[in-house]
């Protein structure tokens, strides 16, 4: 469920035990889904936490169940609401967490939004608002933090990718093109901080995982959702999506692919023989968009059928 230096990484590797504690952390989408796994899982470990993400009260609950599962106290973590889009606040929310805690030592970029629809019924601010929260807030929001690093030498950039900035698939062109986007541009970062080999740039691209996702996915409108449940039970568990984050994190792993089967398989295949991906895209692909059209999840029939034949 990981790629092959990631499961190096968790057999023979920094256990994030070690590398990860007193650290201050700053998770965006921290309310939800892989956000709100991680800043559990981070809680245990006895670092300084920051949540950020849109909706104050949905933070404030998942800072009650850190305190009252982890080993924190109130004075380790701070809600610092955010909304990613809102570009012109970002300096002054870097500020209050520089104020708080006196340095940042990890960013983790998690906040996002995904898409389901097809290309032909989509308004054109749903690609907009797709790049603008994903990308752009992304980038701006490592740009407020990227000084402070640097003057530290040292920290440690986590963009929660996915396998979507790998593989584009249907139905979901606006989001695939926004981590597309975010894949090039954190690669390109990383490069240019090779005289700082303190801070480390890391993209974490996660397969289905067990979230709010799809349910709160923009549809054809800027204003229409899913806001369907669908059965997620084929997906990966959020407790080891993250538990895998976190090794990558402990081990400054550069790109990171966290996926069950088959899709994990497509990340490889891309990589290594795109014709044969191609051809298999096609056919996914073509069984994604009749899903889409009937109503169903998008992936669930063709990944359970998966599944139950290698259970
Ligand atoms: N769950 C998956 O299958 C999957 C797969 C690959 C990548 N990802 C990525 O993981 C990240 C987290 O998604 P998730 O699966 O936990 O989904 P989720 O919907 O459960 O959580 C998304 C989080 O982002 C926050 N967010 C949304 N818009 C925001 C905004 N404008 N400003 C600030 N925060 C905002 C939400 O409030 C929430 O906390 C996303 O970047 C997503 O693209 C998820």
């Given at each position: 469920?990981g ?6 990484a968790?057999w ?14 700053w998770v ?12 559990y ?12 993400a ?10 009650r169940?850190?305190?009252e599962n ?24 870097t ?6 805690f006196?340095?940042?030592d ?11 629809s ?21 980038v ?24 979507s900035g ?8 606006g989001?695939c ?53 669908f ?12 538990r ?17 089967q088959?899709?994990l ?5 891309w ?16 069984k ?19 599944k139950?034949?290698?259970?």
């Amino acid at each position: 469920d990981g790629d092959l230096t990631l499961l190096w990484a968790e057999w023979q590797g920094r256990r994030p035990e070690w590398e990860l504690t007193d650290m201050v952390v700053w998770v965006t989408g921290a309310s939800s889904g892989i956000g709100e796994e991680l800043v559990y899982q981070l809680s245990k470990l006895g670092v300084s936490l920051v949540l950020s993400a849109r909706r104050v009260h949905e933070l404030e609950r998942v800072k009650r169940r850190c305190l009252e599962n982890g080993n924190l106290k109130e004075k380790d973590i701070l809600v610092l609401p955010l909304d990613l889009t809102d570009t012109s606040s970002h300096e002054e929310v870097t500020k209050a967490v520089l104020q708080e805690f006196g340095r940042i030592d990890i960013l983790v970029n998690n906040g996002g939004r995904s898409q389901r629809s097809l290309v032909v019924n989509t308004s054109l601010d749903v690609f907009k608002e797709l790049i603008e929260l994903n990308y752009l807030g992304t980038v701006s929001l490592t740009k407020c933090v990227l000084p402070h690093m640097i003057e530290r030498k040292q920290g440690k950039i986590v963009v929660v990718n996915s396998i979507s900035g790998i593989v584009s698939v249907p139905v979901s062109s606006g989001y695939c093109a926004s981590k597309h986007a975010l894949r090039g541009f954190f690669h390109s970062l990383r490069t240019e901080l090779v005289d700082y080999p303190g801070i480390t740039v890391s993209t974490i691209c996660p397969g289905p995982v067990q979230s709010d996702i799809v349910k709160n996915a923009f549809s054809e409108e800027v204003t229409k959702t899913v806001e369907n449940n669908f059965d997620q039970s084929y997906k990966m568990a959020t407790s080891r999506c993250v538990r895998l984050m976190l090794i990558s994190m402990a081990n400054d792993l550069k790109e990171v692919w966290i996926a069950d089967q088959p899709f994990l398989l497509m990340a490889y295949l891309w990589q290594y023989m795109p014709t044969l991906a191609w051809w298999l895209t096609n056919k996914v692909g073509k069984k994604r968009i009749t899903n889409f059209k009937s109503g169903m999840d998008t992936d669930s029939s063709y990944s359970t059928m998966w599944k139950k034949k290698h259970d």
